[in-house]
């Protein structure tokens, strides 16, 4: 897997992470409410956040503790520093007249 590719699932993931953050109470309440398989709460995420499904198993795979203000602040963080990466990637990218 390439460095490019590397960054792109990261910054799905914690890009993730931070919506489920910000819509806590969205996110409870379809685990909360949503009667059936794990499958089901999915695509309720899906449905209702506008996320794919790799970042809703994302959602169902966080722990309570990761939606705490100082959690959330490093996930904030990391996403910065994620995205400073990609922008450094794509730079030199145009820089050699590359596309990947």
């Known amino acids: 897997m390439s460095e490019l590719q590397e960054l792109l699932g990261k910054r799905q993931m914690l890009t993730a992470m931070v919506l489920a953050a910000e819509h806590r109470e969205t996110v409870m309440n379809?685990?909360?409410t949503i009667d059936g398989e794990a499958s089901?709460?999915?695509?309720?995420l899906v449905s209702e956040l506008g996320v794919d499904e790799f970042q809703a198993q994302v959602i169902l795979?966080?722990?309570?503790k990761k939606f705490t203000?100082?959690?959330v602040a490093v996930v904030r963080s990391e996403l910065d520093i994620v995205?400073?990466?990609l922008n450094s990637h794509e730079m030199r990218s145009?820089?050699?007249g590359r596309d990947s």
């Open 94 to 96: 145009r820089g050699s």
């Open 83 to 85: 995205d400073a990466r």
């Open 69 to 71: 203000p100082a959690a």
């Open 30 to 32: 379809i685990c909360a």
């Open 40 to 44: 089901d709460v999915m695509q309720a």
């Open 61 to 64: 795979d966080m722990q309570l």
